[in-house]
């Protein structure tokens, strides 16, 4: 009785604490599913562990998802949230506590079904159920270094995509004598090497942006009637990236791009 109460109590903490790296101050911007992935795991484990009863676990992890979404939609606004989503707020929380309570339902009965009687298999949910506690505080803690990596790893597939968009766009030029052609998606694919684009991508890149990886590629043609191209690529948001790439038919590598009168044209980097 005392192990069951115990492990109900891990889960409707260990569950609520999932909700951590969700909020937005962190800049995580961690999916959905995953706090509910690591709360219906640790509801599986408690019920397999307990190998008695399964409805209290199932209800202390609902339990704990409404205490964790609800902590979060009362948290004040941080300077990244968009004001107008965070009226919708409430609505998460009730979309949250229903998905966990259908998944917490099923885990709970999976659990049920699994015999732990061998010692090393119960040490292995146990070590288990320890590590679905810890996602939360843990990812939480490491936010900062998270958001490094990965603004470091979109400025690397970023330098990549633009690289490869420049020489595509110099060999279609080549190729053809005509830069408007450069703003033919098909012909960019053709001639592209680097990480790659949706086929949605090389249909929408041309005037408009088209995003990958945290970053927005866009390229303008024949502007203002003389033929040149620009290239830009920018995060989509600060916490994105903080380089920028921007060239134009002339080669040059600036550091952003701006509208003059008659183009856009590319600023030069600061030295």
């Not at 109590?9 to 690591?38: E, K, Q």
Request: charged share 15%; net charge positive.
């Amino acid at each position: 009785m005392r192990k069951d109460i115990l492990l109900a109590g891990l889960t409707f903490i260990g569950a609520a604490l999932c909700w951590c790296p969700m909020y937005p101050g962190l800049l995580l911007n961690m999916p959905f599913l995953l706090p509910i992935a690591a709360a219906v795991l640790l509801t599986g484990l408690s019920t397999a562990i307990s190998a008695r009863r399964w409805l209290p676990f199932a209800v202390a992890s609902i339990a704990g998802t409404l205490v964790g979404t609800f902590t979060l939609a009362m948290l004040p606004l941080t300077p990244t949230e968009d004001v107008i989503g965070h009226t919708y707020i409430g609505y998460a929380v009730i979309v949250a506590v229903l998905i966990m309570g259908a998944f917490s339902f099923v885990a709970a009965l999976v659990g049920r079904n699994f015999s732990l009687k061998a010692q090393d298999h119960r040490r292995a949910a146990w070590i288990a159920l320890g590590c679905c506690l810890a996602f939360g505080p843990v990812t939480a803690l490491l936010a900062k270094p998270l958001v490094a990596w990965r603004m470091d790893r979109n400025e690397k597939y970023a330098a990549e995509r633009f690289n490869g968009l420049s020489h595509a766009a110099q060999r279609v030029r080549a190729e053809t004598g005509d830069p408007g052609r450069v703003c033919d998606g098909q012909a960019l694919k053709r001639n592209y090497s680097g990480p790659a684009f949706s086929e949605s991508d090389w249909r929408y890149i041309a005037g408009n942006y088209v995003k990958e990886n945290g970053y927005l590629f866009g390229i303008w043609c024949n502007q203002s009637g003389h033929g040149g191209y620009t290239i830009d690529a920018q995060p989509n948001r600060p916490w994105d990236g903080v380089r920028e790439f921007c060239t134009d038919e002339s080669g040059r590598i600036g550091c952003g791009m701006e509208w003059g009168a008659r183009r856009a044209e590319c600023t030069p980097c600061a030295k």
